[in-house]
């Protein structure tokens, strides 16, 4: 018998929204950094829900900081909460261990694992073999679910003379109905012994508290029938044959298997209906853990703090089964809910790195240069380079301190921040538009807005803007928006060309002024700030 036991911890997470921008990927990693210096007792761990700009992958490699791994979700893995500290036998070992284990630790399933802990078998009361467990007639079963060697290493048999002779038969209490290859079992009788030796007994297994008397041994010295002691009545031994069956005859070998990388919500119904925990097992085929139904039961909630969006369709697919702990943010208060009382820190600022920058102070915490380089970097791509409307004097302030502290040149280094991130002539019109496109609404309006950001709009041909508005079209065509926008923003000349999508000519005349494939809003640069409070009004008012 041996207890295997694993740990593992469950940290709290720290990320940003789907699709992530550099201001999000940078404010979880450092914002993580921070609390993580402030609290040594819990594990703060950024993450990120999908794949990284050029811009954020060279802000980062610049930094020298590691970029944080990516999750598809928020949902809860087997891994997580499967429980560690097994109770497991070994396959030489016989049912009598399983057995113990069950009716000690209250337990519905015992894993059967090899020297290497691969995972070979299960065994439970619950399964169809769990009759074998207690009181079962096993007279006929001799060499096929034991042998006579289980008998003694299962029963602590003390051999008196080995059997010469295979015991392929039956296991007999009558010493008259012995035949050839049985094993007799009895008490310390020189009658029934005799009995067994002339009908060519295997072996015979003599039940006595007390040492038998050697002459037993002596007087069979000619025969090839093996004599062995179990100290204790006859009764005692009948009932304790079944717990020397080996458990490599009884386990089951087919059984379903979990993946520590499974959902919860996916296995929930197979482990519920259940009677007994399944095993948890690794790629290699080792044993990692077991899940019931009671840890499905008390299985903890996923704890996040969340950077850099307070909308419920801009967080990780999942937060509605996490427990938020914190939000930190410079959008709107939006549509996310909870439970019990968070703490919430949303500041009118150009980005969350700016905050995050604040908290440092506020902390009394030094940034280093890699922190700084990443939180300029990501404050600059937020304000497109301080000029964006969003941008306050703090936000330069801090820009200035960040650059001294990064030891770069503001405007240099803010340049290159966004050239990093042109991808105007590199990627297809509608990987543009999927990659920054969030979803808005208006009393009963659905639409979505994307925002692509370019360093010189001039170089955009109209067969490059005409792919844009197709690759609008295709995206309300695929959703259920009444609309789509698309704002093409020149982070240097401070003006964006705005796309609307609508299936209604009316609406996307109301919303853009005027008819035309694209329309250039001068000093428009923000979707938060400036366009999106102009659709918002104009639907308002549409709808009054």
């Known amino acids: 018998m041996k207890k295997r036991s694993f740990t593992h911890e469950r940290p709290v997470l720290v990320a940003g929204h789907r699709r992530p921008d550099t201001d999000s990927v940078v404010s979880a990693v450092v914002y993580a950094q921070l609390l993580q210096s402030l609290d040594r007792k819990t594990k703060y761990q ?7 700009s050029p811009q954020t992958e060279w802000l980062f490699e610049k930094a020298g900081i590691q970029l944080p791994p990516i999750v598809p979700d928020l949902n809860i893995k087997v891994g997580d909460v499967a429980r560690r ?3 497991t036998v070994p396959i030489e070992a016989p049912l009598g261990d ?14 059967v694992v090899s020297g290497s802990g691969k995972l ?44 010469a002779r295979p015991a392929d038969g039956c296991l007999s209490l009558t010493p008259e109905n012995i035949r050839g290859g049985d094993i007799l079992l009895c008490t310390d009788d020189i009658e029934s012994i005799t009995q067994a030796r002339e009908h060519n007994a295997a072996a015979v297994i003599i039940c006595s508290p007390k040492r038998v008397k050697c002459s037993f041994a002596e007087y ?14 006859l009764l005692s031994l009948t009932s304790k044959l079944s717990l020397a069956i080996p458990v490599r005859n009884l386990m089951a070998r087919e059984f379903p298997q979990l993946s520590p990388e499974q959902s919860l919500a996916e296995v929930k119904d197979l482990v519920s209906h259940k009677p007994y925990a399944l095993p948890v097992v690794g790629p290699g085929g080792e044993l990692v853990g077991v899940l019931s139904r009671t840890e499905l039961i008390n299985a903890p909630k996923q704890k996040i703090i969340l950077v850099d969006h307070f909308e419920q369709n801009h967080a990780a697919r999942g ?30 600022l150009g980005s969350t790195a700016t905050i995050i920058a604040c908290k440092f102070q506020e902390s009394k915490v030094r940034v280093t240069k890699g922190q700084a380089i990443l939180l300029l970097g990501a404050m600059l791509a937020d304000t497109l380079l301080l000029t964006s409307p969003t941008t306050t004097d703090i936000d330069r302030k801090l820009a200035k301190i960040l650059a001294a502290k990064a030891e770069v040149e503001l405007q240099e280094f803010g340049l290159e921040v966004l050239l990093r991130n042109d991808e105007t002539l590199s990627k297809t019109a509608l990987e543009l538009v999927n990659k920054d496109l969030k979803e808005f609404s208006s009393g009963k309006i659905r639409f979505g807005v994307a925002q692509v950001e370019t360093v010189d709009r001039t170089r955009l041909l109209p067969e490059k803007i005409n792919e844009f508005a197709c690759a609008l079209k295709l995206k309300r065509q695929q959703t259920d928006w009444d609309f789509v926008a698309l704002m093409i923003t020149d982070s240097l000349r401070g003006e964006s ?3 609307l999508d609508d299936s209604q000519q009316h609406r996307r005349r109301h919303i853009l002024g005027e008819d035309g494939q694209a329309v250039l809003w001068e000093g428009c640069v923000s979707r938060k700030k400036q366009l999106l409070p102009i659709i918002l009004n104009k639907l308002e008012r549409s709808q009054t």
């Open 220 to 233: 069979q010295k000619d025969s090839g029938m093996g004599i062995y002691q179990f100290r204790g009545s």
């Open 98 to 111: 399983a057995i113990r284990l069950i009716t000690e630790f209250q337990l519905s399933l015992v894993p």
């Open 85 to 87: 500290a097994i109770q």
């Open 120 to 163: 070979e078998g299960i065994l439970s009361d619950r399964l169809p073999m769990g009759h074998y467990f207690y009181h079962f007639n096993l007279e006929n079963f001799l060499g096929v679910l034991f042998q006579l060697d289980d008998l003694v290493r299962g029963l602590g048999l003390k051999c008196w003379k080995p059997a």
């Open 319 to 348: 937060i509605e089964e996490a427990q938020i702990l914190e939000i930190v943010d410079h959008h709107r208060v939006g549509s996310l809910e909870t439970v019990d009382p968070i703490r919430v820190d949303c500041r009118p």
């Open 497 to 499: 060309l705005v796309l």
């Open 46 to 52: 950024s993450v990120s829900l999908g794949d990284f």
